[in-house]
């Protein structure tokens, strides 16, 4: 009987936030984030720390699953990644040698 490896991972993810002050814009740019893999994991309704005068904003939390492939390579570091009107600098990933150290590959030999 051949046994199979089994490798265990976790998902691993990367998060993004977009505020906006109208419900209208912030559909909007929900629907552009959504083409480009993007799920909502949470949305506010606050008072806006930054304005004068008590005025209110949407903040949305979203993310989307960590690919590997997708990762920015050494050159593209420090590239804008843009949704709709907003810029996001992008975050350095490990690169694929380093991902390998994350699991632990063992061979289970059969018991006598």
């Known amino acids: 009987m051949t046994k199979m ?3 265990h ?3 691993m993810w990367e998060y993004m936030s977009i505020t906006r002050k ?3 814009f912030l ?3 929900l629907n552009e984030a ?3 893999g993007w799920e909502l994991v949470n949305v ?3 008072k806006d720390l930054k ?4 005025t209110y904003c949407w903040t949305a939390v979203l993310k989307r699953p960590l690919i590997p492939q997708l990762q920015p390579k050494p050159s593209d570091l420090g590239a804008i990644v843009t949704v709709g009107s907003e810029s996001f600098p992008s975050i350095e990933h490990p690169t694929s040698e380093e991902d390998a150290s994350i699991f632990e590959i063992r061979r289970d ?4």
Request: without cysteine.
């Open 51 to 54: 304005s004068v005068g008590g």
């Open 27 to 29: 559909v909007n740019e």
């Open 44 to 46: 506010s309704h606050h």
């Open 5 to 7: 490896a089994t490798v």
């Open 22 to 24: 109208t419900e209208d």
């Open 109 to 112: 030999e059969p018991e006598e």
């Open 9 to 11: 991972a976790q998902q």
């Open 34 to 36: 959504g083409k480009l």
